[in-house]
């Protein structure tokens, strides 16, 4: 069974940003849109973190440089095209929030309650360096921030360091976002 995503404007598209952060670059916006492309193709209900890292990848030439050479790019992408049939068919209906919001059934702007908080995090560490648009390094240092998200999990089996890879980002222990996972609710991790 398919879900629809609802259309809304991305996060980030808005010209202005309500709380005060980073708006999102035209790269990363166009991520978001791909990354809720692949999301709807896929039959989920939200885009996760393994939604947003896949669009990354194929998106981002800094991302990419963050994250190693070709082949670990390559074996990336094949972990992240296997979802459907592989390992990812235990996510299918399952909202990916590590128990952060408990009792959580909705999903702020398409994304699931990690993808969403991975985005806050991104803004901030934006505004934070001074910067008023958000890249996708800084989403990629948010999601290797947040340990049991679906992209950390990928990253993982692929034979990436998440901490050292943090570390490399600039991303401070401080960063990391227990919030987004605590507990195992929800599915996945």
Do not use: K, N
């Not at 991305?10 to 492309?37: H, I, N």
């Not at 082949?71 to 068919?89: D, H, K, N």
């Not at 990629?140 to 901490?163: F, I, K, S």
């Amino acid at each position: 069974m398919r879900f629809r995503v609802p259309r809304r404007p991305l996060p980030g598209q808005d010209a202005s940003c309500p709380d005060g952060g980073a708006r999102l670059s035209a790269e990363l916006t166009a991520v978001m849109a791909r990354a809720r492309r692949r999301a709807v193709r896929d039959g989920d209900r939200q885009t996760d973190t393994a939604h947003l890292l896949h669009a990354l990848l194929e998106s981002d030439p800094e991302v990419r440089a963050a994250l190693g050479g070709a082949p670990r790019i390559t074996r990336l992408l094949g972990y992240l095209v296997q979802r459907s049939i592989g390992y990812g068919l235990r996510w299918q209906g399952t909202v990916e929030d590590f128990g952060a919001l408990p009792g959580a059934t909705g999903t702020r702007d398409g994304l699931s309650p990690v993808a969403s908080a991975a985005l806050e995090h991104a803004r901030e560490r934006a505004a934070r360096r001074g910067e008023d648009r958000v890249r996708g390094v800084d989403l990629l240092a948010a999601l290797v921030a947040a340990p049991r998200a679906r992209a950390v999990e990928v990253l993982g089996r692929a034979g990436v360091d998440t901490r050292e890879l943090a570390d490399r980002l600039g991303t401070d222990a401080g960063d990391r976002r227990e919030d987004c996972t605590v507990g195992s609710g929800g599915g996945g991790g």
